[in-house]
């Protein structure tokens, strides 16, 4: 199996054996990275020029989608190895998520893209409608974003396990958002910070409600009707999570990477210090885990995947300075996969590190 590591498309994924060959989305197209005897190498490397946001696998069919920053969605039925567009149908070219779900028996597609809007497909992305009812929130008038252009993304989709028809969006900046008929209308959430970069959801415990975001991390125990910042601004952990992962047999043990500080402050000083923790208890308590690696990352980790194989849980989590840090123990300890890449980065986030480091 051909796993992803991109901002926005699949980030855990369960397996029969370790998977030997990972496609990785950069500010200039798809790597693929193979496993090379006991490290990693890139193989190969297509839609050059491109700023791939998200990359999803759609595992039924097999077919590879690749949401692109200002170029749509591009298309692969031969596990990446070529593209094509995709995207009949979307309006707003600048994607920045990819989701799918299997409902009334066929796969359907969704795409969120900045401005923040919603875009499905029930055809394999062969042509997408919008989902305009996400607009219609008392919210959408405070979606912003602090950097250029200043317009809120939907940064995030998720379904609620067993429930193909409930589904969140993260509005980064703005809200989290809940559907209950597929996207078609939606409600504002409440109670926590609105920089949401992204919901999860325990798949055992469908109450409990995970969110990270420009605040902390966030956790519900009774659907989203009230919130506990686990941990904010000054933590040891991070005030600024990102990506967050869980084990698919046991989703108590997560994995979640996070800068001391907002991006604000990575072009004042230079430097994201990220460092990446885990639980053993779904969320209540961490510890920073950065066996093999500096205690404070320079760079920002803009990308994480899991994947649970028999009794391996490899971990990859790929940086804004084109590194990919990768486990085979479930995050105890960390060594570089590859390295050269270009930037793993969600839209400029990876600019304001370079202008630091040029001054």
Same mark, same amino acid.
């Given at each position: 199996?051909?796993?992803?590591?991109?901002? %926005?498309?699949?980030?855990?994924?369960?397996s $029969?054996?370790?998977?030997?060959?990972?496609?990785?989305?950069?500010?200039? %197209?798809?790597a693929?990275?193979?496993?090379?005897? #006991?490290?990693?190498?890139?193989?190969?490397?297509?839609?050059?020029?491109?700023?791939?946001?998200?990359l999803?696998?759609?595992?039924?069919?097999?077919?590879?989608?690749a949401g692109v920053?200002? +170029?749509?969605i591009?298309?692969s039925?031969d #596990?990446?190895?070529?593209?094509?567009?995709? /995207?009949?149908?979307?309006?707003?070219?600048?994607?920045?998520?990819? *989701?799918?779900?299997?409902? +009334?028996?066929?796969?359907?597609?969704f795409?969120?893209t900045e @401005?923040a809007r919603?875009? *499905?497909?029930?055809?394999?992305?062969?042509?997408?409608?919008e989902?305009?009812?996400?607009?219609?929130?008392?919210?959408?008038d405070?979606?912003?974003?602090?950097?250029?252009?200043?317009?809120?993304?939907?940064?995030?989709?998720?379904?609620? @396990?067993?429930? @193909?028809?409930?589904?969140?969006?993260?509005?980064?900046?703005? *809200?989290?958002?809940?559907?209950? &008929?597929?996207?078609?209308?939606?409600?504002d959430i409440?109670?926590?910070?609105? /920089?949401?970069?992204?919901?999860?959801?325990? =798949?055992?415990?469908?109450?409990?409600?995970?969110?990270?975001? %420009?605040?902390?991390?966030?956790?519900s125990?009774?659907?989203?009707?009230?919130?506990?910042?686990?941990?904010?601004?000054g933590? $040891?952990?991070?005030?600024?999570? +990102?990506?967050?992962?869980?084990? =698919?047999?046991?989703?108590?043990?997560?994995?979640?990477?996070?800068?001391?500080?907002? =991006?604000?402050?990575w072009?004042?000083?230079?430097?994201?210090?990220?460092r990446?923790?885990?639980?053993?208890?779904?969320g *209540?308590?961490?510890?920073?885990?950065?066996?093999?690696?500096?205690?404070?990352?320079?760079?920002?980790? $803009?990308?994480?995947?899991?994947?649970?194989?028999?009794? !391996?849980?490899?971990?990859? !989590?790929?940086?804004?300075?084109?590194?990919v840090?990768?486990? &085979?123990?479930?995050?105890?300890?960390?060594?570089?996969?590859? +390295? %050269?890449?270009?930037?793993?980065t969600?839209?400029?986030?990876?600019?304001?590190?370079?202008?630091?480091?040029?001054?």
């Amino acid at each position: 199996m051909t796993l992803a590591l991109s901002h %926005g498309g699949n980030t855990v994924f369960a397996s $029969e054996t370790p998977s030997t060959s990972v496609l990785v989305g950069t500010l200039d %197209g798809v790597a693929r990275i193979e496993r090379d005897g #006991d490290g990693w190498r890139i193989a190969e490397r297509t839609l050059s020029g491109a700023h791939i946001h998200a990359l999803h696998l759609e595992e039924e069919s097999g077919m590879w989608f690749a949401g692109v920053s200002g +170029d749509g969605i591009h298309a692969s039925t031969d #596990d990446g190895r070529t593209w094509e567009r995709r /995207d009949s149908g979307i309006t707003e070219p600048n994607i920045y998520s990819l *989701a799918s779900v299997r409902v +009334d028996g066929h796969v359907r597609l969704f795409a969120g893209t900045e @401005p923040a809007r919603l875009f *499905a497909s029930d055809d394999l992305g062969a042509t997408w409608t919008e989902r305009p009812g996400l607009r219609d929130v008392g919210s959408v008038d405070s979606w912003t974003f602090p950097g250029e252009p200043h317009i809120g993304h939907l940064k995030h989709i998720n379904f609620l @396990p067993g429930d @193909p028809t409930t589904m969140f969006a993260s509005i980064e900046v703005g *809200a989290l958002l809940k559907s209950t &008929d597929g996207g078609e209308t939606w409600e504002d959430i409440t109670g926590m910070h609105v /920089d949401v970069h992204r919901c999860v959801i325990d =798949p055992r415990d469908t109450n409990k409600l995970y969110v990270t975001g %420009g605040a902390g991390l966030w956790r519900s125990a009774d659907g989203g009707g009230s919130w506990e910042n686990t941990f904010s601004s000054g933590s $040891e952990y991070g005030g600024y999570p +990102d990506q967050l992962v869980f084990k =698919p047999s046991n989703p108590s043990e997560m994995v979640v990477t996070a800068g001391a500080k907002g =991006p604000g402050k990575w072009r004042e000083e230079g430097i994201a210090n990220f460092r990446i923790s885990r639980s053993v208890d779904g969320g *209540a308590t961490w510890e920073v885990a950065m066996g093999g690696l500096p205690d404070y990352l320079p760079h920002a980790i $803009e990308a994480m995947s899991l994947e649970e194989a028999g009794g !391996v849980v490899q971990i990859f !989590v790929a940086t804004t300075s084109g590194e990919v840090l990768w486990s &085979d123990d479930a995050g105890a300890s960390w060594s570089t996969a590859v +390295d %050269g890449l270009a930037p793993i980065t969600k839209g400029g986030h990876y600019s304001a590190l370079v202008e630091a480091a040029a001054r």
